[in-house]
């Protein structure tokens, strides 16, 4: 577990490394670009295009609702969904995947040029692999669905500069 | 109570042993050892084996197993060799000396034991064993080789291995039970040679196995004591791979292999090889735990042998089998390396030892030559020691193919010498361009390139590989070590296409193209693309085209793409809709903006238009242009005006009620925009006031007009509402009573234009504009008529005008109080016009005609008998005229002896020794121009004498008159052709001219010149020739004087009165005067047997055209006139010449050319 974030971060900092003459605003800008880039691609989506208000109970796993978000946060938030898209075996997700994969780095290069730092985002523990098979329709809907409200969540608090 | 004693000491004693038997095993070594195996009986007398010492005291060691034990021999293990006799089998090896008997006894009991200074006689059989692990770890194996001796035949041998691999890994392991050994069918590969496998797990490799062979051959069994290895410590690695030699930079054999893969531990090698050269030959055996060895320097013409095999570093382990020999030979001259590949741009060496008849030669002493064409500067030399030589070629450029030979040859050469073996050098352009784009949908990324750019290297592949980082590109890409290979597939244009899908678009995709040879490998520069960077976006969808009703302006509209999320710019095209648009664009950088208005120029037309997009920030690709939309033609505002009217009104009627009946043309689109549904006529009288009528559709509306003043508006009408600009028309009583038209004059261009002039009279009546209106005479059944500015004193009328036809043209002036009267003229033909000249100038022609006439023939009946004084007498001064010289023209005898003397200096003089004398009469007439310009009539007779008018070329007013003139104008030009080819000569006596002045139109003055066309072409006889084509043309001209009043020359003019076909300027020359009665007309060549004179009535120029008088302009003139020139001032220094214009003197012209404009000439046609 340790070598794992040791090389986690090594990776970070190579990273950052790499890109280090990027502007931030540049960076924001891509984020900003990204986040609704994945919103349009969750709207696209057949099933999601009607889907109702109604509270689907049972997928606990998923994050909880916040209003305002800071960088930590939201990288926490987005390691959640990302495994959780990981783990559904809809072809439609596999650019949302990958999006989100880069909306992640985006974030944390963007966390680290106002120079916050991440912690290791917590295991998922309580996804299951039986409620996936069980209710996959279910899970995907729920889990884009959520994550297009806080992809517009995190869009609206980028706006203002969130701070770590 | 000793059996009982002495049974319990068996039993004690067989306790011990089977205690101790699990105790001991063989342990199996490494190498390979021998088992001995002795028939029963033969114990007592054993003889040791070759090699194996009787002195027993030194049998110790760690194999030395001093142990004696016994198995019970009950149950399966030995059930079925119960009946079979026992034989006793030992090991040895040459490391261990002791030999491990294994004994059975004839009740069925056998025994293991060792025995220290065991002898086994060599009488019994002997097995050569070895075993091992294999490399891959997963079988064991005991290789057992027989040697049978004596008694024990080969026939009918059948081995077999028991083995038992313990469940748990034991320090200590215990012997196992008898029933737990797993038997093994060892199969026989070669002759004598058996081979047994065992599987071991490789979790187990570590773990004891136990086993032992069992060997029945002619019902004999042997049974090999029990053995026991550890797996780990008996592997043996297969033989090392790809073993190489070659050559380093520094002149070194480097011999090279590759290790294993497969095995958990290092390796130690052993090299053996063996040099063979003219001066040395050695051995060297090494043990080296790399994987490559340096043996030193390599000699020219050796030979090299090698072979390698591996051993486990650390620990126990069995050599590996030698690889296969390896022999590297070297040539006499040695290049290294023999071959590089590399890429444009790059330093590369080579280096050569040379070897000269047994010798090496200095390094010092050689040289480099490229492809045997180019000697290599020796800058780029580098002497490395006494015997080797290196060259470098900094910054290679690309290998240019000769033929089918693909690489440069670099020679290195002794001096003056090079030996014929050569090094190649593959220098490869591998700049390959990698061009990627990203789809609409931002979900895949195609990346293409073509291998057009660089050289195919034959027997080479090309990869892409591409290395993903998590975000962008850094700023120099480089090649990164891990890798993934792409796929791409080529495509028809030649390209290679390679998809990536699904993208990371924010990700680095660095790419380059791998080119793999055996020579090596060669990568292109690497291309770093990020996805987001290279989209090209779909076309806006929604594309919509309209043309803004009221606004007026084409309005497109569309919609934004669903990607990228970016700010875009869009960018229009548009244009009049058909099958080849001409496109205009229009850009537009607002991100937010949806629409366009763009103004165009015709509302009423289909318009098509596209869109396209593109990243605001200008990075990625336009995208496709949408689908064109196109504007529907609709009424876009009300009509921009009404139409234009005229009236016609009903004579018949009374003067107090006229039918008036409106005409007007229907509005174009332009004026309606666009579209016209109904005509309104709105009347205006004091008495009724306003009304207004609708007329649909119709141009044309009568209406009775009874009141002093009517005024008339016509509306159009179209789905937005009635034109506000209109024409008003007032029919007015008082006002048809003012004329302010003075004059009115027509002037017919041609068929299709006519000009119409006129002047007005001050009024004060406010004037708005004219009607003219015109139509064919005596024909009522259609007016044409047009609207004029006020401001207009000259219009050109657009019609088709018949010209047999006679048309009325009529002006009114318009004013704002109401029409007033118009001037009307009748414009004739263009014959009655031609005609009324003629008519009129034959009433002036016809009394002077008949009085030259009659002067004519009085004069040539009076002047026949002195004909040939009056002709010399004028005669110019001979002084300048060489062939004149010493002839007295005073006096001369004859008129043929005046042309002998001029024969003797003319190449066909004699030709012209019966001279022919022609006669000709041209008159030029013009008749009257119009009756407004009342030209003279002027006429030009000329006289020509010629004694047989038969012969000569008459050319009379009748024949070659231009009456068929088709201008209104007439001019008369006589001309004659003729096509004799009988010499001739002509001569002309001038009458009279006229001098010529130009016509004043005004005062319609009288001005005469003469043009005047003679042409006479004479041709001398065809048998006086070698070739029928020289011919000879005498060709008459005359000049006229402007001081012969009596001759009178038309002016000539066109109808149309604009243009002059001819501008009197010329004077004739002033060295003639009236005292020059008689003119020579010339001889010259020609060139072609029909040709004529034309002679100008201004510039005394002849000028010669085609017979048919067919005028291509002035140029004519020109040429003739220089061919004149020449002819005249050049006599005598041709040859060729010297017959045309013996008389020189004659001739005059005048450089001064007339102006005639080409159209007018080509109107001279006859």
Redesign the interface.
Known sequence: MRCGSLCQFLCLWLCLSCVEAVPTQKIQDDTKVLIKTIITRINGISHMQSVSKYMVTGLDFLPGFHSVLGLSMMNEILETYQKILINLPSRNLMQISNDMENLQHLLQLLASSKGCHFHQAEGLQSLKGSILEASLYSTEVVVLNGLKAFLQTMLRQLEFSPEC | MTCQKFFVALLHWEFIYVITAFNFSYPITPWRFKLFCMPPNTTQDVVLPSGISKNTSDLNGQYEAAVEAKFNSSGTYFSNFSSKPTVHCCFWSEEDKNCSVHADNIEGKEFVSTVNSVVFQQIGANWNIQCWMKEDLKLFICYMESLFKNSVKNYDLKVHLLYVLPEVLEESPLLPQKGSFQLVQCNCSVHECYECRVPVPTAKLNYTLFMYLKITSAGVVFQSPLMSVQPINIVKPDPPLDLRMEITDSGHLKISWSSPTLLPFQLQYQVKYSENSTTNMRETDEIVSATSLLVGSVLPGSSYEVQVRGKRLDGPGVWSDWSSPLIFTTQDVIYFPPKILTTVGSNVSFHCIYKNENKIVSSKKIVWWMNLAEKIPQSHYNVVGDHVSKVTFPNVNATKPRGKFTYDAVYCCNEHECHHRYAELYVIDVNINISCETDGY??KMTCRWSTNTIQSLVGSTLQMRYHR????C??VPSIHPTSEPKDCNLQRDGFYECVFQ??????GYTMWIRINHSLGSLASPPTCVVP?SVVKPLPPPSVKAEITVKIGLLKISWEKP?????NLQFQIRYGLSGKEVQWKIHEVYDAKSRSASLPVPDLCTVYAAQVRCKRLDGLGYWSNWSSPAYTVVMDIKVPVRGPEFWRRIDENTTKKERNVTLLWKPLMKNDSLCSVRRYVVKHHTSRNGTWSEDVGNHTKFTFLWTEQAHTITVLAVNSIGASLANFNLTFSWPMSKVNIVQSLSAYPLNSSCMILSWTLSPSDYNLMYFILEWKILNEDNEIKWLRIPSSVKKYYIHDHFIPIEKYQFSLYPIFKEGVGKPKTINSFTQDDIEKRQNDSGLYVLVPIIISSSTLLLGTLLISHQRMKKLFWEDVPNPKNCSWAQGLNFQKPETFEHLFIKHTESVTFGSLLLEPETISEDISVDTSWKTKDEKAPTAMVSLLLTTPDLEKGSICITDQCNSANFSEAESTTITCEDESRREPSVKYATLLSSSKSIEIDEEQGLINSSVSKCFSDRNSLPQDSFSNSSWEIETQAFFMLSDQHPNIISPHLTFSEGLDKLLKLEGNFLKENNDEKSVYYLGVTSIKKRESGVFLTDESSVLCSFPAHCLFTGYRILQDSCSHLVENTFNLGTSGQKTFVSYLPQFQTCSTQTQKIMENKMCDLTV
Do not use: A, Q, V
């Open positions: 931002l979900t980082s998590s975000l962008y850094s700023d699904p993208i990371f678009l924010f990700s987001d669903i990607f990228p999320e970016n």
